[in-house]
Nanobody
Framework: VQLQAYGGGLVQAGGCLRL?????????????MGWFRQAPGKEREFVAA????????DYADSVKGRSTISRDNAKNTLYLQMNSLKPEDTAVYYC????????????????WGQGTQVTVSS
């Protein structure tokens, strides 16, 4: 499964962005998906996850209440709507897929897209 994240950019604190992640494979529809991010000098961290059908989601505490993960399986596309952005949200954001329908913290993400840079200025 090939994934491509896009939609990043430069935004002022308090602003919003919507990241997208596209896949050319219909198998995307059967996979749990997630967003991760990596800030300079820091380890990659989990941001959000969603089940194959979009009916269950999970968020890191750092983005909970400010971000929404969603998917459109008809378009093979995953989204991350980020609101009330903070400078500490600055990072490269990656989308990833687990080869199972229901996300699990005990299961690896097998497929990764190239990241998209999000920069939040203060």
């Amino acid at each position: 499964v090939q994934l491509q994240a896009y939609g990043g950019g430069l935004v002022q604190a308090g602003g919003c962005l919507r990241l997208s992640c596209g896949s050319s494979r219909r198998t995307f529809r059967g996979y749990a998906m997630g967003w991760f991010r990596q800030a300079p000098g820091k380890e990659r961290e989990f941001v959000a996850a969603i089940n194959f059908n979009g009916e269950s989601t999970d968020y890191a505490d750092s983005v909970k209440g400010r971000s929404t993960i969603s998917r459109d399986n008809a378009k093979n596309t995953l989204y991350l709507q980020m609101n009330s952005l903070k400078p500490e949200d600055t990072a490269v954001y990656y989308c990833a897929a687990q080869n199972r329908p229901f996300y699990s913290t005990d299961w690896p993400y097998h497929y990764w897209g190239q990241g998209t840079q999000v920069t939040v200025s203060s």
